[in-house]
T-cell receptor, first 114, second 112 residues
Framework: DVKVTQSSRYLVKRTGEKVFLECVQDMDHENMFWYRQDPGLGLRLIYFSYDVKMKEKGDIPEGYSVSREKKERFSLILESASTNQTSMYLC?????????????FGPGTRLTVT | KQEVTQIPAALSVPEGENLVLNCSFTDSAIYNLQWFRQDPGKGLTSLLL?????REQTSGRLNASLDKSSGRSTLYIAASQPGDSATYLC???????????FGKGTRLSVIA
């Protein structure tokens, strides 16, 4: 079974802190994605990556950056956390070349910025 | 830009009822469509994936259909159970490895 893990289930940070959210997948997937989920707004794409050291902006990249130094790990960085970044963060991965390109999701990180 | 709509936003049914959840998308040029389940405070669990060339997929009591030309998909749940209570999300991909575009979900409650 594909496994996508995220470093924390719950995280509480203060305004202005630098925050790292880690995502690891164990199926050698090329594609990895970061979404955030908010009530009434649904899931929105922050950043994605097709390969190591590659990154693409999604719909709402402002205030975020990403790092992909190894194929299995995709990190989301909040450079200076703000209260409007309080949200549920979901990581996903999929495999290039598979027939379906099915996306698999991690358990999510609930981030609260105070 | 692709937009995905799910109706209704919430649904409450008695246990044992068969039910249909609806999903529509604005651009019919999709690669695939996925249905997910999300329990409160948890991540997304993939239920069914339908590729653009397929008309339906089945898994147990779940059946998903796709009518690409009309931009619609339905998720049919047979003999609903209280354990089916969750939010169901529909998402489409425009090409194989591009990000998914999600609907806002249908929150289902199955009452015992």
């Amino acid at each position: 079974d594909v496994k996508v893990t995220q470093s924390s289930r719950y995280l509480v940070k203060r305004t202005g802190e630098k925050v790292f959210l880690e995502c690891v997948q164990d199926m050698d997937h090329e594609n990895m994605f970061w979404y955030r989920q908010d009530p009434g707004l649904g899931l929105r794409l922050i950043y994605f990556s097709y390969d190591v050291k590659m990154k693409e902006k999604g719909d709402i990249p402002e205030g975020y950056s990403v790092s992909r130094e190894k194929k299995e790990r995709f990190s989301l960085i909040l450079e200076s956390a703000s209260t409007n970044q309080t949200s549920m963060y979901l990581c996903a991965s999929s495999q290039t070349g598979s027939r379906s390109y099915e996306q698999y999701f991690g358990p999510g990180t609930r981030l609260t910025v105070t | 830009k692709q937009e995905v709509t799910q109706i209704p936003a919430a649904l409450s049914v008695p246990e044992g009822e068969n039910l249909v959840l609806n999903c529509s998308f604005t651009d019919s040029a999709i690669y695939n469509l996925q249905w997910f389940r999300q329990d409160p405070g948890k991540g997304l669990t993939s239920l069914l994936l339908i590729q653009s060339s397929q008309r339906e997929q089945t898994s147990g009591r779940l059946n998903a259909s796709l009518d690409k030309s009309s931009g619609r998909s339905t998720l049919y749940i047979a003999a609903s159970q209280p354990g089916d209570s969750a939010t169901y999300l529909c998402a489409v991909s425009d090409s194989g490895n591009t990000p998914l575009v999600f609907g806002k979900g249908t929150r289902l409650s199955v009452i015992a």
